[in-house]
């Protein structure tokens, strides 16, 4: 059975991050996460959670650590929100970016020696 990959490409499906006619767009609301605040992440945060879990889940394979990295590309998406650039791609685009290196560096550290020494 082929799994379909969802993708963070905004108007790519019905609910996905590029949201609905009427709804704010998820590049004005991580521009306004720059600015700290916490209302407009809580918008980034209900339209990317799902979706940010749902791409790690199929990489790590385990629903734990899954969470634990979905939730660090969020606090990421929160702590860098000011290096977002509209003008050089969409909102999606850069919250992609975030998950790939935060996946790639799990993977990383969960099979390097670092993690055992460390009892990871």
Not at 57 to 81: G, H, I, K
Request: proline fraction near 6%; include cysteine.
């Amino acid at each position: 059975m082929a799994h379909r990959v969802r993708s963070l490409r905004p108007g790519s499906e019905p609910g996905d991050p590029g949201g609905t006619p009427g709804e704010v767009r998820l590049e004005d609301l991580l521009v306004r996460v720059a600015r700290g605040d916490q209302a407009a992440f809580a918008g980034v945060y209900d339209r990317l959670a799902p979706v940010v879990l749902g791409l790690i889940r199929r990489v790590l394979r385990d629903p734990a650590q899954s969470e634990e990295v979905a939730q660090e590309v969020l606090v990421e998406v929160w702590r860098t929100a000011s290096r977002y650039d509209p003008g050089r791609g969409s909102a999606a685009a850069w919250v992609n970016t975030t998950t790939r290196w935060l996946k790639r560096w799990r993977r990383v550290w969960s099979g390097s020696r670092c993690a055992a020494a460390w009892g990871r």
